[in-house]
């Protein structure tokens, strides 16, 4: 009895590494191309985050401390009191900050609501003359135009309905240049969803409307959480409108309130620094709570259908 012997293979011809190939082997082996990695993730780091530490310590030292040459890098004797002693001189700035949540939330809910709406809509239903792929493009399409423009037709718009000075005016603003971000991120989360469960819950007696909250929002959530946080982070943060629609402290938000401590005369860089400090920490939290969610969005989001 004979074995069978293996002839539908061919051997492959034997190719010499490279010299390059070669190198970066050597590199391997020494443990050089990993050192060289983690360094470069270290500079990137640094770079990112000393400004945040910066701007953190900075709360800590005194008017002296701050500008003294050399930089005083760790700061020895924390001053605390700079938080109290921002309240004491703007008890306004407690007013921006709750200008600020009210305007973040409020648009926030309306803007990620409506976005994913009408996203659902775009995905899930056909319209004439391509309108389902031509909409979407024509919302963007409202963000290619540099805010700058349309701030003073705005202005004169909201005075003539009394809309200035307020926060209603604000919110109505953010939430309609939200509303086509909101909208482009939550139909690349829509596309994945399979259409059968859509068909499956209208055989069930589902309405639309009960199909999206029930089936299909639970199951774009992370999407949702992406799009929320982003929304958070352009509302918060945002100062060309606020300086513009918010001339008193009835509607003022952080970012002007933090503004303001920048003069002709001087700059009040302890209570800018703890303001700054403040304002950082809302966005931060929300991130930092709902990190997976958010990963998980990015993931989603970034899964062609």
Do not use: C
Not at 36 to 60: D, E, H, K, N, Q
Not at 132 to 160: A, E, K, N, Q, W
Not at 229 to 254: G, H, K, P, Q, R
């Amino acid at each position: 009895m004979t074995t069978k012997q293996d002839t539908t293979t061919d051997a492959l011809p034997y190719e010499q590494p490279s010299g390059f190939e070669k190198f970066r082997e050597t590199l391997d082996e020494y443990g050089v191309s990993k050192a060289v990695t983690y360094g470069l993730l270290g500079v990137f780091l640094v770079w990112t985050l000393f400004p945040i530490y910066w701007l953190v310590t900075a709360t800590l030292k005194t008017r002296q401390t701050l500008l003294s040459f050399p930089p005083m890098w760790i700061p020895w004797n924390f001053h605390f009191e700079n938080y109290v002693q921002l309240f004491a001189q703007r008890p306004d700035f407690i007013q921006f900050i709750i200008n600020s949540a009210i305007i973040t939330i409020t648009t926030t809910v309306i803007a990620t609501t409506i976005g994913a709406m009408a996203a659902y809509a775009f995905v899930t239903f056909d319209y004439p003359y391509d309108l389902d792929f031509h909409l979407p493009f024509y919302i963007l399409s409202t963000r290619f135009m540099p805010p700058i423009v349309t701030v003073i037709p705005l202005f004169v718009i909201f005075r003539g309905i009394g809309l200035v000075n307020t926060l209603p005016g604000l919110i109505l603003v953010y939430t309609m240049f939200n509303i086509p971000f909101a909208v482009w991120m939550m139909k690349g989360f829509f596309e994945e969803v399979p259409d059968s469960l859509i068909e499956s819950a209208m055989i069930d007696g589902h309405t639309h409307l009960g199909a999206f909250f029930k089936i299909v929002v639970p199951l774009v959530k992370p999407g949702l959480i992406a799009s929320a946080i982003f929304t958070i982070i352009i509302t918060w943060n945002e100062l060309l409108f606020a300086v513009i629609l918010a001339l008193n402290s009835n509607a003022m938000t952080v970012p002007v309130g933090l503004a303001s401590f920048v003069t002709k005369f001087s700059v009040q860089w302890i209570n800018m620094s703890v303001g700054a400090t403040i304002a950082l920490v809302p966005v931060l939290l929300f991130a930092f709570v709902a990190r997976q969610q958010l990963v998980r969005g990015f993931s989603m989001g970034a899964v062609g259908k």
